[in-house]
C-alpha cells in the first residue's frame, strides 16, 4: 500500500491556522451576503419601526441652571462640636438626595405655585412623583466637585417649555432655602441634644447618690479619712500571712540542720570530727563555735568565756521578755540558748573537777564533749522546732478565721468601687455636656453651606423625538436582528459554503468540482441525433458519449493527478471510491474516471464491491455473471470473472449475485488475493463500494486500498456527515487522496458553494450534465441484502458450506 501524497495529508500548522481564518473571513460575510435580503427586510422593517415610533411620541422641552453649592468655614477655636458641623461641599449624590427630598419638593411646589399649570397634575403628591422622575442633576464638566464646593446642573424635561422652566426655577429656589437654614436647624438640635441629656442625667446622679449614702450607712466597712472604704480584718490577714511565712522559713532551716547533722553522725565515728564536720556545714551555728573553744582551750579560760556568754544571754533575754509575749520565737530561741549555755558552764566545770581528781586521756575527755554537746544541740534544735510547728498551727487557725470575715466583706467593697464607678461617669457626662451648652455660642459660628445660582433656567427647548435618531435606531436593530437571525439559519443547515471551508474542516485537498449533469432521458435526447460509439455503455458515461463537456475535462483533470509522476505511472494503482451518504453520485464518478483513465491507453479495472446495490454491470452493459461473488466462493477463475466493456481498455468485474453477507464476504482474504492478482494485469483498479456512513462494507474494503477518494454533493447537514465519514476513514489508517465535490449548483446549499468557488477561481465550475435520478437511501442499502440465498464463503469454505436461511442472514447484516 503506497503511503499519502504529502499535499493531502501532512500540510503544516501554520498552513491550516491560514485556511481557518481564510474560512472564518469567508464565513461571515458569506452568511450575511447568502442572507441578504433577509437583512434587506428587516433593516427596511426597523426603518418603518423608527419611524413610526418618532410618530407616536410627543414633544419634549428640557430647561435647565446650574448652581454652586460651597462652604464658608469660619474657625473659632472654642472647643464646640457644633463649630465642625460643616467642613466640607455635599457631593452631587448628596445634593440630589436633598433636592429631591419630599420637604424640598412640596417648598418648591408652594413657590412656583406648580399646580396651577395645565400641564401638571392638580394633586401634589403625584406631582411630586413626576418631578422626582424627571429632574436630572449631573456635574457640568470634570472636576466640578471640589472639597469646598460642588457645580451641578439641575434639567428638567416636559411636554411644555414654560412648564420645565419653572420647575427648575421653583426647585432651585426651594433648594437655597433649605440649605441656609439647615445648619441653623442642625446646630439647635445638637444644642437641645446636650440640654436634654443633661436633664436626663441630673436625676439619675441624684438617686444614686442618696443611695450610696444609704449603703455606707448600713455596710460593715471602716472609712479613712480621704473617704475610702476600709476592710479591717484583710490588714490583720496580711500580718498573719507574714508571721505565718517566717514561722515556716524557720522552720525549714531548723529541719534542714537536723538533716545534715544525722548525715553527718551516720557517715563518721569520732565526735570530735563529726563536731568540726557539723561546725564546716553549719556555719552559723555559733553555740557549737563556743563550746568547742571551750573544750579546747584551759579550763579556766573557757569557764571565764562561759561566765561572759552567760550574762550577756541573761541581759538580752530581760530585754527580749519585756518587748515580746511568752511565745514569741525570738524569746524562745534565746531561752534555750541560754539554756544551753547554763547547762554547758556546769558540764566545763564538772570536767574541770573530774581533771584535777583525775588522770583522763585528753583525747577521750575532747571526743566525749564533743558528742555532748552534739546531743545537747540536737535537743535544743528539736525543741525549737516543736514550738514553731505550734506557733505554726495557732497562726493557721488564726488566719482562717481573719480570712472567712474578710471575704464576708469583699461583696461590700465590690459595691461601694461601683457606687464610686457609676458616679464618677455621670459626673463626667453632666460636666461634658455642661462644657459644651457654655461653648455653644451660635452668633460665632460657622454659617454652613450657601447656594450661589451661576445661571437661572430660561425657556425650555427642544430635545425630542429626533427622526434621524429614530430611524437610525431602528435600522441597527433592523441589521442586528437580520444578522442574528441569518447566521441562526446558516448554523442550523450545517453545510460547506466555499472550497476552503471544505480543506480547513476536512483537513484534506479538493481533486475536483464536477457540475451537475443532465438527467438520462436528456441526455439520451441530445446524443440520439448521432449515432454513438459506445452503444451498450450507458449516456452518464459522459467521458464517452460527451468528451468536449466541461462536466468530461473535470474527469480529466482528476486522471491527470493521479499520473503525475515522472515515469508515467499511477501514484496510486487500486483505489476506492465512496462517499459519506448514499445518492452522492459515487458509481457514476467511478465509471467517468475509469474511462477517462482508459481512454489514456490504460489498463483499467472497475471492481463493483457494491454487493448490496451494485450498479456498474448496467452501467457498462454487461452480462450479469458470478462476478465477484463467484471469484470469492471460488466458482470461477479471476480470468473468467473480468468482462470486457465496448470501451477499448476498460474492463469491469461485476458484483455477481447479491450475498446475503456482503459485509463479511468483503472481509475475506480471498477479497485481497483478488486485488494482488489484479495488480499484475492491470495499470489502475478503481473499486465501487457503498456509502460509509450507511453499512460497514466501505470500511473493510478501505484497508486493501492503496489511496480512497471520497464524493460529497454539497447539501444541508453534509458538514457533520463528511466529518464522520473522514474521521472514520482516519482511524483505520487508510491513506485518503481527496474530495470529490459533486453536482455543483444543483440546489440552494451547492448554488451558494458554487458562487464562492467562482468567486475564488473565477467562471463556473461547470455547466449542466445530470446523474440525479441515481439517488437512493441509506435504508435501501440497509434491505438490499435481504431475501438473497447466496452466501459468500470463500474459496476453501465454500464447499463444505450449508445453505443459510435467507431471514438469518439479512439480519445478521442489517446488524452489521
Same mark, same amino acid.
Given at each position: 500500500?503506497?503511503?499519502?501524497?504529502?499535499?493531502?495529508?501532512?500540510?503544516?500548522?501554520?498552513?491550516?491556522?491560514?485556511?481557518?481564518?481564510?474560512?472564518?473571513?469567508?464565513?461571515?460575510?458569506?452568511?450575511?451576503?447568502?442572507?441578504?435580503?433577509?437583512?434587506?427586510?428587516?433593516?427596511?422593517?426597523?426603518?418603518?419601526?423608527?419611524?413610526?415610533?418618532?410618530?407616536?411620541?410627543?414633544?419634549?422641552?428640557?430647561?435647565?441652571?446650574?448652581? $454652586?453649592?460651597?462652604?464658608?468655614?469660619?474657625?473659632?477655636?472654642?472647643?464646640? =462640636?457644633?463649630?465642625?458641623?460643616?467642613?466640607?461641599?455635599?457631593?452631587?449624590?448628596?445634593?440630589?438626595?436633598?433636592?429631591?427630598?419630599?420637604? =424640598?419638593?412640596?417648598?418648591?411646589?408652594?413657590?412656583?405655585?406648580?399646580?396651577?399649570?395645565?400641564?401638571?397634575?392638580?394633586?401634589?403628591?403625584?406631582?411630586?412623583?413626576?418631578?422626582?422622575?424627571?429632574?436630572?442633576?449631573?456635574?457640568?464638566?470634570?472636576?466640578?466637585?471640589? &472639597?469646598?464646593?460642588?457645580?451641578?446642573?439641575?434639567?428638567?424635561?416636559?411636554?411644555?417649555?414654560?412648564?420645565?422652566?419653572?420647575?427648575?426655577?421653583?426647585?432651585?429656589?426651594?433648594?437655597?432655602?433649605?440649605?441656609?437654614?439647615?445648619?441653623?436647624?442642625?446646630?439647635?438640635?445638637?444644642?437641645?441634644?446636650?440640654?436634654?441629656?443633661?436633664?436626663?442625667?441630673?436625676?439619675?446622679?441624684?438617686?444614686?447618690?442618696?443611695?450610696?449614702?444609704?449603703? &455606707?450607712?448600713?455596710?460593715?466597712?471602716?472609712?479613712?479619712?480621704?473617704?475610702?472604704?476600709?476592710?479591717?480584718?484583710? *490588714?490583720?490577714?496580711?500580718?498573719?500571712?507574714?508571721?505565718?511565712?517566717?514561722?515556716?522559713?524557720? !522552720?525549714?532551716?531548723?529541719?534542714?540542720?537536723?538533716?545534715?547533722?544525722?548525715?553527718?553522725?551516720?557517715?563518721?565515728?569520732?565526735?570530735?570530727?563529726?563536731?568540726?564536720?557539723?561546725?564546716?556545714?553549719?556555719?552559723?551555728?555559733?553555740?557549737?563555735?563556743?563550746?568547742?573553744?571551750?573544750?579546747?582551750?584551759?579550763?579556766?579560760?573557757?569557764?571565764?568565756?562561759?561566765?561572759?556568754? /552567760?550574762?550577756?544571754?541573761?541581759?538580752?533575754? *530581760?530585754?527580749?521578755?519585756?518587748?515580746?509575749?511568752?511565745?514569741?520565737?525570738?524569746?524562745?530561741?534565746?531561752?534555750?540558748?541560754?539554756?544551753?549555755?547554763?547547762?554547758?558552764?556546769?558540764?566545763?566545770?564538772?570536767?574541770?573537777?573530774?581533771?584535777?581528781?583525775?588522770?583522763?586521756? =585528753?583525747?577521750?575527755?575532747?571526743?566525749?564533749?564533743?558528742?555532748?554537746?552534739?546531743?545537747?544541740?540536737?535537743?535544743?534544735?528539736?525543741?525549737?522546732?516543736?514550738?514553731?510547728?505550734?506557733?505554726?498551727?495557732?497562726?493557721?487557725? &488564726?488566719?482562717? $478565721? =481573719?480570712?472567712?470575715?474578710?471575704?464576708?466583706?469583699?461583696?461590700?467593697?465590690?459595691?461601694?468601687? !461601683?457606687?464610686?464607678?457609676?458616679?464618677?461617669?455621670?459626673? $463626667?457626662?453632666?460636666?461634658?455636656?455642661?462644657?459644651?451648652?457654655?461653648?455653644?455660642?451660635?452668633?460665632?459660628?460657622?454659617?454652613?453651606?450657601?447656594?450661589?445660582?451661576?445661571?437661572?433656567?430660561?425657556?425650555?427647548?427642544?430635545?425630542?423625538?429626533?427622526?434621524?435618531?429614530?430611524?437610525?435606531?431602528?435600522?441597527?436593530?433592523?441589521?442586528?436582528?437580520?444578522?442574528?437571525?441569518?447566521?441562526?439559519?446558516?448554523?442550523?443547515?450545517?453545510?460547506?459554503?466555499?472550497?476552503?471551508?471544505?480543506?480547513?474542516?476536512?483537513? /484534506?485537498?479538493?481533486?475536483?468540482?464536477?457540475?451537475?449533469?443532465?438527467?438520462?432521458?436528456?441526455?439520451?435526447?441530445?446524443?440520439?441525433?448521432?449515432?454513438?460509439?459506445?452503444?451498450?455503455?450507458?449516456?452518464?458515461?459522459?467521458?464517452?458519449?460527451?468528451?468536449?463537456?466541461?462536466?468530461?475535462?473535470?474527469?480529466?483533470?482528476?486522471?491527470?493527478?493521479?499520473?503525475?509522476?515522472?515515469?508515467?505511472?499511477?501514484?496510486?494503482? @487500486?483505489?476506492?471510491?465512496?462517499?459519506?451518504?448514499?445518492?452522492?453520485?459515487?458509481?457514476?464518478?467511478?465509471?467517468?474516471?475509469?474511462?477517462?483513465?482508459?481512454?489514456?491507453?490504460?489498463?483499467?479495472?472497475?471492481?463493483?464491491?457494491?454487493?448490496?446495490?451494485?450498479?456498474?454491470?448496467?452501467?457498462?452493459?454487461?452480462?450479469?455473471?458470478?462476478?465477484?461473488?463467484?471469484?470469492?466462493?471460488?466458482?470461477?477463475?479471476?480470468?473468467?470473472?473480468?468482462?470486457?466493456?465496448?470501451?477499448?481498455?476498460?474492463?469491469?468485474?461485476?458484483?455477481?449475485?447479491?450475498?446475503?453477507?456482503?459485509?463479511?464476504?468483503?472481509?475475506?482474504?480471498?477479497?485481497?488475493?483478488?486485488?494482488?492478482?489484479?495488480?499484475?494485469?492491470?495499470?489502475?483498479?478503481?473499486?465501487?463500494?457503498?456509502?460509509?456512513?450507511?453499512?460497514?462494507?466501505?470500511?473493510?474494503?478501505?484497508?486493501?486500498? *492503496?489511496?480512497?477518494?471520497?464524493?460529497?454533493?454539497?447539501?444541508?447537514?453534509?458538514?457533520?456527515?463528511?466529518?464522520?465519514?473522514?474521521?472514520?476513514?482516519?482511524?483505520?489508517? @487508510?491513506?485518503?487522496?481527496?474530495?470529490?465535490?459533486?453536482?455543483?449548483?444543483?440546489?440552494?446549499?451547492?448554488?451558494?458553494?458554487?458562487?464562492?468557488?467562482? *468567486?475564488?477561481?473565477?467562471?463556473?465550475?461547470?455547466?449542466?450534465?445530470?446523474?440525479?435520478?441515481?439517488?437512493?437511501?441509506?435504508?435501501?442499502?440497509?434491505?438490499?441484502?435481504?431475501?438473497?440465498?447466496?452466501?459468500?464463503?470463500?474459496?476453501?469454505?465454500?464447499?463444505?458450506?450449508?445453505?443459510?436461511?435467507?431471514?438469518?442472514?439479512?439480519?445478521?447484516?442489517?446488524?452489521?
Amino acid at each position: 500500500m503506497q503511503p499519502a501524497p504529502p499535499s493531502s495529508t501532512n500540510r503544516s500548522g501554520s498552513e491550516l491556522m491560514n485556511n481557518m481564518q481564510s474560512a472564518s473571513d469567508v464565513s461571515v460575510g458569506g452568511v450575511l451576503w447568502r442572507r441578504k435580503g433577509l437583512i434587506l427586510f428587516l433593516i427596511l422593517c426597523g426603518l418603518g419601526g423608527g419611524y413610526w415610533f418618532f410618530t407616536q411620541q410627543e414633544e419634549t422641552f428640557r430647561a435647565g441652571a446650574t448652581i $454652586e453649592v460651597y462652604s464658608q468655614n469660619v474657625q473659632t477655636n472654642t472647643g464646640s =462640636v457644633v463649630e465642625n458641623l460643616t467642613e466640607s461641599a455635599p457631593s452631587l449624590a448628596f445634593i440630589q438626595a436633598e433636592m429631591t427630598s419630599d420637604e =424640598v419638593l412640596k417648598s418648591a411646589i408652594e413657590i412656583g405655585q406648580l399646580t396651577a399649570f395645565e400641564e401638571t397634575p392638580a394633586d401634589v403628591g403625584a406631582l411630586i412623583a413626576l418631578i422626582r422622575k424627571n429632574l436630572r442633576l449631573q456635574a457640568p464638566f470634570d472636576g466640578a466637585e471640589s &472639597r469646598d464646593r460642588t457645580m451641578v446642573e439641575v434639567t428638567f424635561e416636559s411636554g411644555d417649555a414654560t412648564v420645565a422652566t419653572a420647575i427648575v426655577n421653583a426647585v432651585v429656589e426651594a433648594y437655597n432655602e433649605y440649605v441656609n437654614g439647615r445648619h441653623r436647624r442642625n446646630i439647635e438640635n445638637v444644642v437641645e441634644f446636650f440640654r436634654e441629656g443633661r436633664d436626663s442625667i441630673l436625676p439619675k446622679l441624684d438617686e444614686l447618690e442618696n443611695e450610696f449614702t444609704e449603703f &455606707r450607712s448600713t455596710a460593715p466597712l471602716e472609712w479613712n479619712g480621704k473617704g475610702e472604704a476600709i476592710n479591717p480584718y484583710r *490588714d490583720d490577714a496580711i500580718r498573719l500571712e507574714e508571721s505565718l511565712h517566717a514561722l515556716e522559713t524557720q !522552720s525549714r532551716q531548723l529541719n534542714s540542720k537536723l538533716r545534715l547533722i544525722r548525715e553527718a553522725v551516720k557517715d563518721g565515728t569520732n565526735n570530735y570530727a563529726i563536731l568540726q564536720e557539723v561546725q564546716y556545714l553549719l556555719e552559723d551555728v555559733k553555740d557549737i563555735d563556743t563550746i568547742q573553744q571551750v573544750i579546747e582551750a584551759d579550763v579556766p579560760n573557757s569557764e571565764w568565756e562561759l561566765q561572759t556568754k /552567760l550574762m550577756g544571754l541573761r541581759v538580752r533575754a *530581760d530585754t527580749l521578755a519585756s518587748q515580746f509575749a511568752p511565745n514569741h520565737p525570738q524569746r524562745i530561741a534565746i531561752e534555750q540558748e541560754l539554756k544551753m549555755t547554763e547547762k554547758a558552764f556546769r558540764e566545763i566545770q564538772k570536767t574541770r573537777d573530774s581533771v584535777q581528781a583525775e588522770t583522763i586521756d =585528753v583525747a577521750a575527755q575532747r571526743n566525749e564533749a564533743a558528742k555532748t554537746l552534739l546531743i545537747m544541740y540536737v535537743s535544743s534544735i528539736r525543741k525549737k522546732i516543736q514550738l514553731i510547728d505550734e506557733d505554726i498551727a495557732d497562726t493557721n487557725s &488564726r488566719l482562717t $478565721e =481573719v480570712r472567712d470575715r474578710a471575704l464576708k466583706l469583699i461583696a461590700f467593697e465590690n459595691k461601694n468601687s !461601683s457606687f464610686l464607678r457609676s458616679i464618677a461617669r455621670y459626673q $463626667e457626662t453632666l460636666q461634658s455636656f455642661d462644657s459644651q451648652l457654655e461653648k455653644a455660642n451660635l452668633p460665632s459660628l460657622n454659617s454652613g453651606l450657601h447656594v450661589n445660582v451661576l445661571r437661572p433656567a430660561g425657556l425650555g427647548y427642544l430635545v425630542g423625538p429626533i427622526l434621524s435618531r429614530a430611524l437610525v435606531l431602528g435600522g441597527f436593530l433592523g441589521l442586528v436582528l437580520g444578522a442574528a437571525l441569518a447566521f441562526l439559519w446558516d448554523w442550523s443547515e450545517r453545510t460547506f459554503r466555499s472550497p476552503d471551508e471544505i480543506s480547513t474542516s476536512l483537513g /484534506l485537498p479538493i481533486l475536483a468540482h464536477l457540475p451537475v449533469m443532465l438527467t438520462p432521458r436528456k441526455l439520451r435526447k441530445k446524443t440520439s441525433q448521432k449515432a454513438s460509439a459506445f452503444p451498450k455503455t450507458a449516456s452518464i458515461v459522459t467521458v464517452l458519449h460527451e468528451p468536449h463537456a466541461p462536466c468530461s475535462e473535470a474527469f480529466r483533470s482528476i486522471r491527470t493527478n493521479l499520473f503525475s509522476t515522472a515515469g508515467g505511472a499511477p501514484e496510486y494503482q @487500486v483505489i476506492q471510491v465512496t462517499s459519506a451518504l448514499p445518492g452522492d453520485g459515487k458509481s457514476t464518478i467511478v465509471a467517468n474516471l475509469a474511462a477517462s483513465v482508459a481512454r489514456a491507453n490504460k489498463r483499467v479495472l472497475i471492481i463493483d464491491a457494491d454487493l448490496r446495490r451494485p450498479t456498474q454491470a448496467k452501467v457498462f452493459g454487461v452480462q450479469p455473471s458470478a462476478g465477484l461473488t463467484g471469484l470469492l466462493n471460488g466458482e470461477i477463475e479471476f480470468k473468467d470473472a473480468i468482462v470486457e466493456t465496448d470501451a477499448e481498455n476498460l474492463f469491469v468485474l461485476p458484483s455477481g449475485p447479491k450475498p446475503n453477507n456482503p459485509a463479511e464476504a468483503l472481509m475475506l482474504p480471498e477479497f485481497g488475493q483478488i486485488l494482488d492478482e489484479a495488480r499484475m494485469q492491470f495499470d489502475l483498479i478503481i473499486v465501487d463500494t457503498p456509502p460509509l456512513l450507511s453499512v460497514t462494507d466501505a470500511s473493510n474494503v478501505a484497508t486493501h486500498m *492503496d489511496g480512497v477518494m471520497v464524493v460529497m454533493r454539497i447539501g444541508r447537514n453534509i458538514k457533520p456527515m463528511s466529518k464522520r465519514a473522514t474521521t472514520l476513514l482516519r482511524m483505520l489508517h @487508510v491513506n485518503i487522496i481527496g474530495i470529490i465535490v459533486n453536482a455543483v449548483g444543483d440546489s440552494g446549499y451547492s448554488a451558494t458553494y458554487s458562487q464562492a468557488w467562482s *468567486d475564488s477561481y473565477g467562471g463556473q465550475p461547470g455547466s449542466e450534465y445530470g446523474y440525479s435520478s441515481y439517488r437512493y437511501g441509506s435504508d435501501r442499502y440497509l434491505d438490499a441484502s435481504k431475501e438473497q440465498t447466496v452466501t459468500v464463503r470463500g474459496r476453501h469454505r465454500a464447499e463444505k458450506a450449508e445453505p443459510i436461511g435467507a431471514g438469518a442472514g439479512g439480519e445478521s447484516n442489517g446488524k452489521g
